[in-house]
């Protein structure tokens, strides 16, 4: 069993930052990918960034060049630097991870307010 847990959540201004953490426990002898998904209320969940084993990056369109993910492979924690927000951005954002499957975090709320 692996369990995630995230902090960092919060209501900042439009224009502001967050930065969102997710640290790793349990059985996480081989851990994969690392990444954030979110989910605003009425849309399906996205992904926002992931980052693999090996350092290779990805994000969604609508992130990139705002959000930074990053991740410390000693802490087995991955954080999600996120700046520039919009009321878009809204939403609850989700850790998760692969390992032996999918493992998700409780999700923390990130509000942007215009």
């Known amino acids: 069993q692996v369990q995630l847990v995230e902090s960092g959540g919060g209501l900042v201004q439009a224009g502001g930052s967050l930065r969102l953490s997710c640290a790793a426990s349990?059985?996480?002898?081989?851990?994969?990918?690392m990444g954030w998904y979110r989910q605003a209320p009425g849309n399906q969940r996205e992904l926002v960034a992931s980052i693999s084993r090996g350092g290779s990056i990805n994000y969604a369109d609508s992130v990139k060049g705002r959000f930074i993910i990053s991740r410390d492979y000693a802490k087995d924690t991955v954080y999600l630097q996120m700046n520039s927000l919009k009321p878009e951005d809204t939403a609850v954002y989700y850790c998760y991870t692969i390992v032996d499957r999918e493992y998700w975090g409780q999700g923390t709320q990130v509000t942007v307010s215009s």
């Open positions: 349990g059985s996480i002898f081989s851990i994969g990918v």
